[in-house]
């Protein structure tokens, strides 16, 4: 079994690809949702994923692992742990992410940024804006599912645990909107 069928088939196993109408983190719809705390709750599945992220940039020259609070910071550490390096997070202050608590990058210093789930690339784009702005160079992004398709480009390698291109609409051009169906926000209850 491929990397890629394993992962998805964690996803599966966990309950973690629900049907429906989702309001996702980026704003857009969608008729699948992708529960990654349904994975993240299991040490087993979380830890065999990042080791995934953590093989494939093995020898990247990564110093330190970076990602977005939630989801992110698991993945953040897990993935440092295996590599055997530092791993911060970056907090929502304002309209942007920032690092605080005291953490810090050295100039110059490599960063893998990590997350959770990939759609429109928002969350990880704002941690590598706060890299860049802290100094820190981009070794590359990964991700445990890419629902993009492949689609972004952050000008530094990406990985993904798993790829998949699940439509998502704008609210104004959802068709589960005009159809009538219920729109759940998961995470808010």
Known sequence: MS????AEKMFREAGAIVEGHFLLTSGRHSPVYWEKFRILEQPRYTERLCAMIAAHFRGHGARLVAGPTTGGVIISYEVARQLGLRSIFAEREGATRVFRRGFEITPGERVLVVDDILTTGGSVLEVINEVARKGGELAGVGVLVDRSGGSIDFG??????????????????????????????????
Do not use: I, M, N, Q
Not at 3 to 6: C, F, G, L, T, V
Not at 157 to 176: A, G, I, K, N, Q
């Open 156 to 189: 530094a390698p990406l990985f993904s645990c798993h790829r998949t291109s699940v439509p998502s609409y704008p609210p104004e051009e959802c068709p589960l909107c005009r159809a009538g169906k219920p729109l759940s926000k998961p995470g808010s209850a």
């Open 3 to 6: 990397e890629e069928a394993a």
